[in-house]
């Protein structure tokens, strides 16, 4: 063993440069997989701790308006497997009411309720884990509201509307099971009965929550079909447990699977490096291995003297990483961590990514194996003369009219000849290249504009909510009044939202958002089909249809009011908001099912979006008014932020990937053709031509490494993208790049880090020389 | 042409050449000779502007490649010099001509086709036509060692180094070699060649043998004599005293 540790050490002192480079290849993709499992863990523990403590609803139906309180009563009674229920009164307060250092929270597409801790099930948890108290004059704020606008215990909340104003000091911040996540559109802040009672006479709109907990082994669909038939109070959004869960997983399972994705990536890049380099190392040591069959050494022997370094390396890589992922998965569960709590099951932020390093080890080692023993395989001749690797290589010619370009074309030349040897290294780039532009074009995309055609509705500047008002008529009118008269404004367009009834395949019937107005002013672009014309066709967003196995022409009966019409499936669009499931029709909602009015608007050119935001929030002050760029990263929540994140580091990655490689590349190819470059030198060709000449082959391989990741990020990315926002209602993506960033800046930026890389690595090519050639 | 002024050489802390002089004449044959690790290739690499001097200087034609940057000096050596090497180094990705036509091409002193011209005619001349569009693992090693010296001589060079040309071959490939390097002297090119073979020394005119770095001896022969057996006597001057006796017990 003495001697094998003797004899990885003098390889190393040996091989600095490419031992320590895979080294921090391996320590990466070592760090990436056990971070990830971290997060991946924290996330699990996170999530079922809370879930655990707060005893989140089952199933939730919102409702405005009036209801039979007896008539609900005798419906949970009559059921036997409703294991429990509440009614939760949810005070809506509008955005422009509630105040934080003297701003309002209008900016905020969240709706914000005002509630008292729940009695029986889904609590509200402080950030123990406890279920919150607040006194009177006390407020408990949402995590989000902490995170977004800073607000932390001891800070005020002011409510207020026309004279009416009450101050709430933060007490405590608040964990919420059903309503954490920014994908979701509700927020709930927690005060005490008394100022619940105070603030209802002064201030806001009632809306009550139904909650269910179920007996095991039930399905919420049968408790939501019984709930419907029975008619019970249900003008609003349901929502299922497992629908809650899956927003939360989608809120902050996107970092764990981007990070663990990126470390297949890297893992699957550390093994092809190791390949390589173990395939190069062993073809310089080909002599040394025939030397030592010749003599007898057991084939075994000579086998573990190789892979000993291997191993060695790759379990200093495993725990180093693994111990890195501490801090690493650390960072990036923070915000699960801010908004779900540590959680109940801990051992998994430890056991996940021992398990995965572990296999990441085997992984490693078993490559190793394989490539050795095939290797050794060799008979003692073949390994002593070289035979095999003489072989693989043929040759090229020189253009006969003369050498115009002396290092381009022996550049190009010996390329030709040795292509295989840069298979690794052009793959590392294609990869470096797709990861720096794929979330670079998804953030991009998702900034753009045009990302509102995935929203169901056409492009727009400025969004107006018209709700929360018992004089929702006169609201609307007053808004549209002042459009009208605003020469500011470009166009615009009104829609009414409501919920009717579908029946689904299984002749059962659903609720299904449904939006009213001219589809023509902002005009959406479809996926299958055309808009609605007529009061006889609709058209369903891609989730519902795909959800219900409908298609265009396909019939599809509504109910509203009671009566049941027929419509045509006319077309299907891309839509990203409430839970991807809504639809377009020209059903005729009387005033008081009326959900919500939304305007969209266009403003004229050269008038800022901002100001008319600003200034429309002054005059209609009961609306929410939304500029659309922010509409959309709030509907996507922290998607963006992760984006965003995951760009920076991409990039980083990338860089360093590819410099970490070429380094790597050069030191192995030139120590492999150093009989070639003291050749050259000899005969004349200066050390800057032999040092030009790789930086050819390199940068050439790069060129084309680049065209083709930016070409996969354009095509294949947007299959990933659209995988990505199918569960969310979008399945077509179209990718906008920013053509100078896409296409300039960053293959410029990878260039530049190899080019000076490859001035830094090709400094070797003066130490090779003629004399070593030579065997005396 | 060549002046040598006190050449030293060191790696590290081993001193290779020590304070070497002599001078080589246009259109002479030098060959070097010394035992193993007596630094007769160092002083091929050093004179010719392979090797940095760690002291002295070498005058070529009166210019003192010693201080030349190195890129006027790759610019020089592919010009003015040719070399010839022991294991026929050569670029295993381009065929027997291109090989010998490359650094005509690279230094486009001439016309591309002005360099295959002379290429085809110096093949000619060394007998290997034929293996032109052959991969260089497809000849043997006395016709690669022959192109070798064909790609030596493509830019019509002022001076031939040579280092073991013939260490690699036979005896019927070295005396095709070796035939033509008298051949190639007889024409007026200037040749150093290092050796340890007095059958290679014994074509030159003028044999240095050096030891420990330094020149121990030179001789010049006479022209009508037996080279061979004369320089054989004289070496056997150079070689230790038991040894001497040994061979002659």
């Known amino acids: ?273 190791l390949s390589y380099i173990i395939r190069a190392t062993m073809a310089e040591e080909n002599y040394t291995i025939g030397e030592m069959k010749a003599i007898g050494f057991p084939g075994k022997a000579i086998e573990k003297l190789y892979q000993i370094k291997y191993l060695m390396l790759v379990l200093v890589a495993a725990v180093i990483g693994y111990l890195a992922a501490i801090p690493f998965g650390n960072f990036f569960s923070s915000s699960v961590v801010m908004y779900c709590g540590h959680g109940t099951s801990q051992w998994m932020q430890w056991i996940f990514p021992l398990i995965g390093v572990i296999l990441l080890s085997l992984i490693v080692i078993h490559r190793c194996r394989r490539i050795i023993h095939k290797d050794l395989k060799s008979t003692v001749v073949q390994l002593i003369r070289g035979e095999e690797r003489i072989k693989k290589e043929g040759h090229y010619s020189l253009p006969s009219a003369g050498l115009k370009h002396r290092n381009l074309t022996i550049a190009l030349g010996e390329l030709k000849c040795k292509w295989k040897e840069y298979v690794v290294i052009a793959l590392i780039f294609v990869v470096s290249s797709f990861l720096i532009l794929l979330p670079m074009n998804m953030k991009n995309t998702i900034e753009n504009p045009s990302f509102m055609t995935y929203m169901g509705v056409g492009e727009s500047d400025i969004r107006i909510d018209v709700k929360y008002s018992d004089k929702l008529a006169g609201q609307k009118d007053a808004s549209l009044s002042y459009l009208e008269n605003d020469p500011e404004i470009e166009r615009y367009a009104i829609y009414r939202n409501g919920y009717v009834q579908f029946q689904n395949a299984d002749e059962d019937w659903e609720y299904l958002r449904v939006e009213n107005g001219d589809g023509s002013v902002f005009p959406l672009e479809y996926l299958e089909g055309v808009a609605p014309d007529d009061s006889k066709t609709i058209a369903l967003s891609y989730l519902v249809a795909s959800e219900f196995g409908k298609e265009v022409g396909d019939s599809l009966t509504v109910k509203y009011q009671g009566e049941e019409l027929i419509f045509f499936i006319s077309g299907i669009y891309q839509d990203i908001t409430y839970g991807g499931k809504t639809a377009k029709a020209a059903i005729d909602f009387a005033e008081e099912d009326v959900e919500v009015y939304i305007i969209y608007v266009d403003v004229s050119d050269g008038v800022a979006i901002e100001e008319k935001t600003d200034e429309l929030r002054s005059i209609l002050t009961d609306s929410k008014i939304t500029p659309i760029s922010e509409f959309v990263s709030q509907t996507l929540g922290g998607i963006m932020d992760n984006l965003r994140l995951v760009e920076g580091a991409a990039i980083v990655i990338s860089l360093l990937l590819i410099m970490l490689i070429t380094v790597m590349f050069l030191q192995l190819i030139t120590a492999r053709e150093q009989s070639a470059i003291a050749i050259k030198k000899a005969i004349g060709f200066t050390i800057r031509d032999i040092r030009i000449q790789f930086g050819i082959r390199i940068l050439m391989i790069q060129c084309v490494a680049i065209i083709i990741g930016t070409v996969l990020a354009n095509t294949l990315g947007e299959v990933i993208f659209g995988l990505m926002l199918s569960s969310m209602g979008a399945s077509k993506i179209t990718m906008i790049v920013e053509p100078a960033t896409a296409y300039l800046l960053y293959p410029a930026a990878q260039l530049l880090v190899v080019f000076i890389t490859v001035i830094v690595g090709t400094k070797v090519v003066k130490n090779y020389h003629i004399r070593n050639q030579i065997v005396e | 042409m060549i002046k040598v002024k006190k050449i030293s050489k060191s790696f590290k802390d081993t001193l290779v050449l020590h304070g070497m002089s002599f001078e080589i004449e246009k259109g002479e044959f030098v060959a070097v000779m010394g035992p193993s690790g007596s630094g007769k290739s160092t002083l091929l690499y050093s004179i010719s502007g392979m090797d940095s001097l760690s002291d002295g200087k070498v005058l070529f034609e009166g210019i003192n490649i010693s201080e030349m940057p190195e890129a006027e000096l790759s610019e020089f050596r592919l010009t003015k010099m040719g070399f010839v090497f022991q294991n026929a180094q050569m670029l295993k990705n381009l065929t027997v001509f291109d090989n010998i036509t490359l650094p005509g091409l690279v230094a486009k002193k001439e016309s591309a086709d002005t360099i295959k011209k002379r290429a085809a005619e110096l093949m000619k001349r060394m007998e290997i036509t034929g293996i032109e569009e052959r991969d260089i693992r497809e000849v043997s090693g006395g016709q690669l060692q022959r192109a070798s010296i064909c790609r030596a001589m493509i830019n019509n060079p002022d001076i031939l180094f040579l280092d073991e040309p013939t260490g690699a071959l036979n005896s019927g490939a070295t005396d095709q070699v070796l035939a033509i390097l008298e051949d190639l002297n007889r024409d007026g090119m200037t040749i150093m060649t290092i050796t340890h073979n007095p059958h290679v020394a014994a074509q030159a005119r003028k044999v240095i043998y050096i030891r420990d770095g330094q020149v121990a001896s030179s001789k010049e022969f006479q022209t009508g004599v037996d080279r061979e057996k004369e320089l054989n006597d004289w070496l056997r001057g150079f070689q230790p005293k038991a040894a001497n006796e040994e061979c002659t017990h």
Not at chain 1, 16 to 40: C, D, E, N, P, Y
Not at chain 1, 249 to 254: D, H, K, M
């Open chain 1, 1 to 273: 063993m003495k001697l094998l540790l003797n004899l990885v050490r003098k390889d190393f002192m040996k091989n600095k440069v490419i031992t320590t480079a895979l080294a921090v290849f391996l320590i990466i993709s070592a760090l990436f997989m056990a971070g990830g499992l971290r997060v991946a863990g924290t996330m699990i523990s996170s999530l079922n701790g809370l879930n655990e403590l707060a005893m989140p609803t089952e199933y939730l139906q919102m409702h405005t308006g009036t209801y039979d309180e007896d008539a609900f009563e005798h419906f949970v009674e009559t059921r036997d497997y409703i294991k429990a229920s509440l009614i939760v009164d949810m005070l809506n307060i509008s955005n422009a009411n509630i105040i934080f250092q003297n701003e309002t929270f209008e900016k905020y597409l969240m709706d914000n309720g005002f509630v008292v801790q729940n009695e029986k099930f889904d609590f509200l948890l402080n950030m123990d884990n406890e279920i919150a108290v607040v006194q009177d004059g006390e407020i408990g704020v949402p995590v989000y509201y902490a995170e977004e606008l800073g607000i932390q215990v001891g800070d005020t909340i002011t409510l207020h509307q026309g004279s009416y104003s009450k101050n709430l000091t933060v007490s405590t911040i608040i964990r919420d099971s059903a309503m954490n996540p920014a994908l979701t559109s509700s927020k709930r802040f927690l005060i005490s009965q008394a100022d619940l009672d105070e603030l209802s006479l002064n201030i806001g709109e009632w809306e009550y929550l139904f909650e269910f907990l179920l007996e095991d082994g039930t399905s919420t669909a049968v408790l939501e079909k019984d709930y419907l038939d029975a008619g019970m109070p249900s003008n609003g959004v349901a929502l299922t447990g497992n629908a809650l869960t899956m927003l939360n997983a989608l809120s902050y399972g996107v970092v764990a699977f981007i990070i663990i994705a990126i470390s297949i990536i890297l893992i699957m890049i550390a093994v092809l490096c």
